[in-house]
């Protein structure tokens, strides 16, 4: 397995759109951060950002490059090597590949001009949403039959996730505003793991103002800390949950 | 060895292998021949286990395939379309199969070298033809010296030294008592190589017979007038036994 996964970074590092995404960020978070004297402010704009690309591009770039290897996979499954390996080997390769273009495009910017903790909590969030992301893209190849609907399915998660999940849960909140539904949307949250970033992220900053009624729902009913380690675990779910069932699809699968 | 009994596998409505027993033995050269679609690189997933059959067993020297991983040691496959990590060079490829396959620790050279791959192993994958990246893949197959060669249209694509230079190399394996498994629609490259005839149709088992015997009932001497010989004839239903 690590065999694999030194062979996928391998090629990965020396991948034309890993190295422009990463200086894309690096672009994007150095003139976010010199444009806005206040450094909150700044963060903020690095979180939507990040809410905004990580996840579409993220998933994208994972499914392509798991139908492209396609041919290589069985390759691979020709070897005596068990077909677990072969598939977390891979999603290890993409995932560390594109969270050090991550940590590199935004983690270094943020830790020469905004060092803290709160600069810490949002390169995790979008490592995390990295992980998440690169984790539905391989269930994705596993479900899919060929490249171009797994394309298809990539692009409908993220934008799903990104863009229609929120326009439901202020559906639900309009219809149902005269009932006491703080717990019911508390959780409908944590379907989301673009909304969990950035309720993480947000409970850091403590920006009242700005956090929105999940954010503030968050923190009405959990407190800051106990918010935040809710966030994480949820957030971990989201990347191991699809994981887990990828390897089950994939044992069972036919090349 | 491999054993092949009752094999079937469906995709959807259609039945890709119907009811499939082989037995194939150490020194046999094995070509699997039947039009498009009738189930050869079906086949030969499942024996590779890389496609998961619905009923029946395949053992490999004794080996059921199903959950064991293991018996694939002694398997070098060389597939059908050959496709690389694009930034990986030859040398890359080929140390990551050394690395996977520690078993093995003598390789057999004969083809990378023969080939020429050790002059241009810095090059990268993506920058290679579709001819040198079935070198490449030729290569890895015979790598290990394993007892069973499973070899999906070795042969397409290859410029007419390089595709003498494999079939000496095929020809020279099999004289040491290894299993070749090979299909080829492409009949005269398998002149003077196969030694037995299998012959799938719509996924079922057609015949199984040696060369010898196929020459013998058609009369020609010639592989692809043996075989248009026994197309032309309908294929009999006595021709089910081996």
Known sequence: MKTIIKYVLLDL??????????????????SVL????????????????????????????ATIYFFNSIEFTELLLSQPINRKSVLLAEYTGVAVSLSAAYAAGIGIPLLLLVSGTASLILVISGLLLTLIFSSLALLIFVLCRDKTRGIGAAIITALFFSLLFDGLLIGLIYSFGEYPIEKMVLGAITLNPIDLARVLMLLQLDVAVLMGYSGALFKKFLGSAAGSIFAVSCLLCWMIVPLLLSVRVFNRKNL | MIEIIQLTKSFGRCKALD????????????????????????LIKSILGLVIPEKGTIRINGQAVKKDWAYRSNIGYMPQIGRYPENMTIEQVINMIREIRRDHTVYDEDLL??????????????????????????????????????LDEPTAGLDPVSSELLKDKIAQELSRGKLV????????????????????????????KSVEALQATTGEERLNKVIARVMQTELPASSYAV
């Open chain 1, 34 to 61: 010199n444009l806005d004297g206040n450094p909150s402010k700044g963060l903020l704009s690095l979180l939507n950002i990040t809410l905004l690309f990580v996840p579409i591009i993220t998933i994208l770039f």
């Open chain 2, 19 to 42: 009811n499939i027993s082989l037995s194939m033995q150490q020194g046999q050269a094995i070509s699997l021949l039947g039009p498009n679609g009738s189930g050869k690189t079906t």
């Open chain 1, 13 to 30: 590092l020396k991948n034309k759109i890993i190295l422009v995404y990463t200086l894309i960020l690096a672009v994007l978070a150095v």
């Open chain 2, 113 to 150: 070298k023969g080939f020429g791959l050790d002059k241009v192993r810095h090059k990268m994958m993506r920058n290679l033809s579709g001819g040198t990246r079935q070198k490449v893949s030729a290569s890895l197959a015979f790598l290990f010296s394993p007892g069973i060669y499973i």
């Open chain 2, 181 to 208: 498994l090979i299909t080829s629609h492409v009949l005269s490259d398998l002149e003077g190589i196969a030694s037995h005839i299998v012959y799938l149709q719509d996924g079922r088992l057609m015949f199984y």
